[in-house]
C-alpha cells in the first residue's frame, strides 16, 4: 500500500526524484526512488528527520498550532514534506524545475489514505 503511493506521487510529478514514508526517528517504513546522480536522497530524508524533530518541537513551545506541511527549497532540489500524525510524515523530492503545484497536490491526496493505513 505504502509503496504503491509513493510510486505514484513520484512518477506523476514532473521532475519527481524520490518519496519516503518515515518517521520523526529517521527510520523508513517504505521509499521509493528514482536513480539520482551524486545524491543519497536516502541519507538527505533522514537528515531532514532530523530538523523536523526541532520544528516539531519549536511549534509546540511557541502554541503556534500543528505542524503540517514543509518546503526545503536549495539549488537542486525541493523537498515538500507533509506530516501525517506525531509519528510520521512523508517526504517528495523533486528536481529544482519539478512541478512544485502538482507535487503538493499529490501529497495532499495521498496522505489521508497513508496516514489511515499507519494508524
Known sequence: MFSE???TMVE??????????MGYDGIAIDQFF???EDMDLQ?????????LKEIKKTADILESGRMEEVTIKTDRFLVLIRILN?????????ERDG????????????????KAALD
Open 34 to 36: 528514482k536513480p539520482v
Open 5 to 7: 503511493a509513493l510510486q
Open 86 to 94: 506525531d509519528e510520521y510524515f512523508v517526504a517528495l523530492t523533486l
Open 12 to 21: 506523476e510529478t514532473r521532475g519527481g526524484a524520490g518519496a519516503v514514508l
Open 43 to 51: 541519507l538527505v530524508a533522514v537528515e531532514y528527520a532530523n530538523i
Open 99 to 114: 512541478n512544485f503545484g502538482k507535487a503538493r497536490y499529490l501529497l495532499m491526496r495521498e496522505s489521508p489514505a497513508l
